[in-house]
């Protein structure tokens, strides 16, 4: 299994972004995908996971601003981020949890910077 994020970049305080992560091999609906963000000098925290069939999960820093999907058909995981602030700034890393497989699987992350 191979993941890779997409839709990082650069945007002002109250903005949005849209990241991707588009997922190759084999997966299952019961995996749990997700995003962990890590910032400068910190440890990677997670933002928000999801898992086939049940409800989303996110960080209490990000709820009512983020809002993770599943395309499972894509094999791919999205995450929108409105109103950004500047402690979002970090480079967040899509994850999946294979169930199957019994393993974590990690993307090469993908830089989101919010200017203030």
């Known amino acids: 299994v191979q993941l890779q994020a997409f839709g990082g970049g650069l945007v002002q305080a109250g903005g949005s972004l849209r990241l991707s992560c588009a997922t190759s091999?084999?997966?299952?609906?019961?995996?749990?995908m997700g995003w962990y963000r890590q910032a400068p000098g910190k440890s990677r925290d997670l933002v928000a996971t999801?898992?086939?069939?049940?409800?989303?999960d996110y960080a209490d820093s990000v709820k009512g601003r983020f809002t993770i999907s599943r395309d499972s058909a894509k094999k791919t995981v999205y995450l929108q981020m409105n109103n950004l602030k500047p402690e979002d700034t970090a480079v967040y890393y899509c994850?999946?949890?294979?169930?199957?497989?019994?393993?974590?699987?990690w993307g090469k992350g993908t830089q989101v910077t919010v200017s203030s």
């Open positions: 994850m999946l949890n294979s169930k199957v497989y019994g393993r974590d699987y």
């Open positions: 091999g084999t997966i299952f609906s019961i995996d749990t």
């Open positions: 999801t898992t086939g069939g049940g409800s989303p």
